[in-house]
């Protein structure tokens, strides 16, 4: 139906413009009728997106010259109305670089977590297990590293994807999980996920936004494997132990995993309790590595 619908618009706007474009070949100097023969190129190569080379029709001098007045025209309209965007993290508008989403301050204020760090408890300074966590057993994430302390401006992008979802931050976060990546191979990012029920108040799992983030930046691919079959109450208001007893045994694997190796991701990591039980769920169903991946560790302070 969809296709349908779509190819009645584009045969009708395609004998439209083949119409206005054979009566411009005729009337190059009219420069009016340039004018409105670029605006419906703009309007329909921008809406629907034609594959297929439908103005092959229009005379050569009348399409360089409407590249010439397009460009002229986006001159005149850049130096009107600067180009603009808005850091995503505190709303500033910026007239600078547009590729890039925050403005200076807010990317001063981002926190960035350089290795080496305890692969457990994610102190820094320590490339294998600081004095303290050797003394605690091993649990069943192989190790942990987050990309930015979670205060300043990754505290108000993470906080922006998960409770404003402004998926834009995703971006943000992921650039800098790029940097804390570990070199080892890995098969698939697995998003921590949340409830169903969770997930369709919210309309969205931010840990997934950030697995698809990270996935076309590094390629590897990110898949579903875990779901959380208990819906467990949010793990801010509890205690380590607690934390620990409220997410146990809540999440099931969905897909074969024997052997492979997976990037567990999500947005925060404090207590890695939730962390862990999707660990303990994947290595019981066979899977051979599971390291943590987060865009912010909460809870350590300062590094150093
Ligand atoms: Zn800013
Ligand atoms: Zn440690």
Redesign the pocket.
């Known amino acids: 139906m969809r296709e349908a619908i779509q190819s009645v618009v584009l045969t009708a706007v395609r004998n439209v413009s083949d119409k206005i474009t054979n009566w411009i070949a005729s009337h190059t100097y009219i420069l009016p009728a340039n004018i409105l023969a670029l605006a419906m190129t703009g309007w329909s190569t921008a809406n629907i997106q034609f594959s297929t080379g439908w103005n092959t029709s229009i005379h050569w001098s009348t399409k360089a010259m409407m590249s010439k007045i397009q460009r002229f025209l986006r001159k005149l309209l850049d130096f009107f109305y600067p180009p603009t965007a808005v850091c995503i993290a505190c709303g500033a508008l910026r007239v600078d670089e547009l590729h890039v989403q925050l403005c200076a301050r807010c990317a001063d204020d981002l926190h960035p977590r350089s290795a080496p760090f305890?692969?457990?408890?994610?102190?820094a300074g320590?490339s294998m297990?600081?004095?303290?966590?050797?003394l605690i057993k091993p649990d069943a994430l192989d190790s942990r590293c987050a990309a930015f302390l979670y205060q300043g401006t990754a505290r108000k992008l993470v906080q922006a994807l998960k409770y404003e979802s402004v998926s834009a931050a995703s971006r943000s976060l992921a650039e800098g999980m790029m940097q804390v990546l570990p070199e080892e191979p890995f098969d698939a990012i697995v998003p921590v996920p949340l409830h169903r029920v969770r997930q369709k108040q919210r309309g969205f799992n931010q840990a997934e936004l950030l697995g698809g983030a990270l996935s076309a930046l590094c390629d590897i691919p990110m898949c579903n494997a875990l779901s959380r079959t208990r819906a467990t109450p949010s793990q801010t208001q509890f205690s380590k132990e607690e934390r620990a007893a409220n997410v146990q045994a809540a999440f099931t694997v969905g897909m074969p995993v024997e052997g492979l190796s997976f990037l567990l991701l999500d947005d925060v990591l404090t207590t890695s309790s939730t962390a862990n039980a999707c660990a303990e769920a994947l290595k019981a169903a066979g899977a051979a590595k599971v390291v943590m991946i987060a865009a912010a560790q909460a809870g350590i302070g300062e590094d150093g």
């Open positions: 305890c692969p457990r408890c994610g102190k320590w297990e600081c004095p303290e966590c050797a």
